[in-house]
């Protein structure tokens, strides 16, 4: 039987406006368009996976934990849970001064192989860049208010120091390459807790329009300029209360992949309801500004600092994010003791009084450490 015109009309009317609806609502892509097979299956399994669950990471997990250093197949995470966390942390201050090592002692060199190692292990890698401030020479934490990014974009003094600096990110991110060739994703995360003074690109240091100028800026650096397709670019803010605070400073959504912020717990283990009231606010609004931008949510650092208390995993921070979506939470380094009344430490090792608590975390249905990670299949 043959449709009439108006009923073939309305049918096909129906079809085209169903796949548009599908194409606008599900296929949010990564900035960089020519992004790789690899990282853009990463995105988008990263953005499936927020909704059910939360990869753990750890920074400079593979490269020293509390007491020791370099020792091959060596982890605090693991140590204690039989295994690796489902993202690893990786940090390139100094690489911009030809520095061999990182700002926190670790050889790029070693590096490199943690990182195809975590690859290769189906893990998730992550980089931050705590970067001097090419105005004055000396460290990221060395602002000169309102200076700094004038003098380092085009037409400023410091433009072409800075390109440099650039170039030699992108030789080493560039150079991650699994065995076979493949470009390593990476989800990069340079001028991190931007709403804060401590750094030179952030809070009263820059007004809002010269960062979102120099995070565009970065992006075309090196996905134009350097032609890189293998990053998801991470946007976070420190603590924040708002989400006008929050996107103050977000350079719009043709330049981000992903949306986080860093928290910390500050205090004695009396602080744990605020903290865990804080976080669920401040999660609340991260849930709700991803989903409007179409953005993967993250928790991009967290900790609290030696975790005095023996049950914080499953009373405190997996209450505090139990009901929300991130992708994966990066707990912040295992420095250990780093001078005679310094110590410095986010994820317990064995032996330490959280160790069983963790144990206990890490076999939680929303946790990904490394086995339930492997077997997402992120890059494919
Ligand atoms: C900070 C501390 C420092 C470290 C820096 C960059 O939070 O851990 O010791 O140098 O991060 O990794």
């Not at 020519?34 to 990282?39: D, F, G, N, S, Y």
């Not at 602002?143 to 003094?157: F, V, Y």
Request: proline share 4%; aromatic share 14%; with cysteine.
């Amino acid at each position: 039987m043959q449709m009439n015109t108006d009923v073939k009309k309305r049918f096909y009317f129906i079809l085209i406006f169903t796949c548009l609806i599908n194409c606008i609502a599900v296929k949010a892509q990564p900035v960089d368009k020519l992004a790789t097979k690899e990282t853009s299956r990463l995105f988008h399994n990263l953005q499936l996976l927020s909704q059910k669950g939360t990869l753990f990471g750890h920074q400079d997990d593979m490269a020293y934990g509390v007491n020791w250093k370099y020792q091959q197949g060596r982890s605090d995470v693991k140590d204690i849970t039989g295994q690796y966390p489902g993202v690893f942390g990786w940090e390139l201050g100094g690489l911009e001064n030809d520095a061999l090592v990182n700002l926190d002692s670790v050889p790029f060199d070693l590096m490199k192989d943690y990182i195809r190692k975590g690859y290769e292990a189906g893990a998730v890698i992550t980089i931050s860049w705590h970067l001097n401030n090419p105005l004055t020479g000396k460290s990221a934490w060395n602002p000169s208010p309102l200076n700094t990014i004038p003098a380092i974009l085009p037409g400023g003094e410091k433009n072409k120091l800075f390109n440099t600096w650039l170039d030699k990110v992108a030789v080493f991110l560039q150079s991650l390459q699994s065995k076979n060739g493949t470009p390593i994703p990476v989800i990069f995360r340079p001028y991190h807790e931007l709403n804060g003074s401590w750094f030179w690109w952030g809070g009263k240091n820059c007004t809002p329009k010269e960062l979102i100028e120099l995070w565009k800026y970065t992006v075309s650096y090196l996905r134009d300029k350097r032609q890189i397709h293998q990053l998801l670019y991470a946007f976070n803010t420190d603590r924040f209360s708002s989400e006008i605070e929050y996107v103050e400073r977000y350079p719009g959504n043709d330049w981000v992949d992903i949306v986080g912020f860093d928290i910390y717990q500050k205090g004695d283990i009396l602080a744990n309801d605020k903290f865990i009231t804080e976080m669920d606010k401040s999660l609340t609004l991260l849930d709700k500004i991803a989903k409007e931008k179409n953005k993967i949510p993250a928790l991009t650092e967290f900790g609290f600092n030696t975790i005095p208390d023996a049950d914080w995993w499953t009373t405190v921070f997996l209450k505090a994010i139990e009901k929300h979506s991130i992708a994966y939470a990066l707990a912040w380094r295992n420095a250990g003791r780093k001078s005679a009344n310094e110590i410095e430490y986010y994820a317990p090792y064995k032996g330490h009084l959280s160790a069983d608590d963790f144990l206990i975390f890490s076999k939680k249905k929303k946790m990904f450490f490394e086995k339930r990670t492997r077997q997402l299949k992120l890059y494919q």
